[in-house]
T-cell receptor
Framework: SHVVTQSPSVSVAPGQTARIPCGGV??????VHWYQKKPGQAPVLVVY???DRPSGIPERFSGSFSGNTATLTINRAEAGDEADYYC???????????FGGGTKLTVL | QVHLVQSASEVKKPGASVKVSCKTS????????LHWVRQAPGQGLEWIGW????????NYAHNFQGRVTLTRDTSISTVYMAVTRLRSDDTAIYYC??????????????WGQGTQLTV
């Protein structure tokens, strides 16, 4: 099993830094990817391979990794960043995908 | 430019079956697997499985084995997800997604618009 865990919610004041962790026993051997999910919209990839950012994603979004925990960091948080954020890993041995439970980011 | 266009919303009764389509364009259909992910109301993203359009091989999450079948029609670059014995907890938005990756990684950089299934 590749259980991937996330805190249910994170709050941040506008202009401050939000950190969203993603943990798992086997995470250290995996590459972690992050998606932003807003109601009524398909998920959007915001970080891939732990630290890389797709084109078009603001530099305010960044990823890091330490031990068995990956972290999505959103600098200078804006109201438009309010969304659910999901981490995702792929298990090569089973060729299956696993999502974390998601973290609701509130900017208040 | 990659496009994944899904079929329209569906309303089904418990015990019925449904088939959702995902028409692809903008890339070589046989070169990428196609995955399905769903989100039930108030719940998180849940991976369902994938199909290899070239070989027809499939792989399903444990929760969906036996009730979900993925197929494809290479002549029209379209994949299908059939779900049988529908239950109320199958009510969700279903997404198809094209992965990017290699032997070390896999992530989704293209998504369909989603298909609402209500049971």
């Amino acid at each position: 099993s590749h259980v991937v865990t996330q805190s249910p919610s994170v709050s941040v004041a506008p202009g401050q830094t939000a950190r969203i962790p993603c943990g798992g026993v086997h995470l250290g051997s995996k590459r972690v990817h992050w998606y932003q999910k807003k109601p009524g919209q398909a998920p959007v990839l915001v970080v891939y391979d732990n630290i890389d950012r797709p084109s078009g994603i603001p530099e305010r979004f960044s990823g890091s990794f330490s031990g068995n925990t990956a972290t999505l960091t959103i600098n200078r948080a804006e109201a438009g960043d309010e969304a659910d954020y999901y981490c995702q890993v792929w298990d090569g041995s089973s060729d299956r995908v696993f999502f974390g439970g998601g973290t609701k980011l509130t900017v208040l | 430019q990659v496009h994944l266009v899904q079929s329209a919303s569906e309303v089904k009764k418990p015990g019925a079956s449904v088939k959702v389509s995902c028409k692809t364009s903008g890339y070589t259909f046989n070169d990428y697997s196609l995955h399905w992910v769903r989100q039930a109301p108030g719940q998180g993203l849940e991976w369902i499985g994938w199909i290899n359009p070239s070989s027809g091989d499939t792989n399903y999450a444990h929760n969906f084995q036996g009730r979900v079948t993925l197929t494809r029609d290479t002549s029209i670059s379209t994949v299908y997800m059939a779900v049988t014995r529908l239950r109320s907890d199958d009510t969700a938005i279903y997404y198809c997604a094209r992965p990017h990756g290699d032997m070390w990684t896999l992530y989704f950089d293209s998504w369909g618009q989603g298909t609402q299934l209500t049971v």
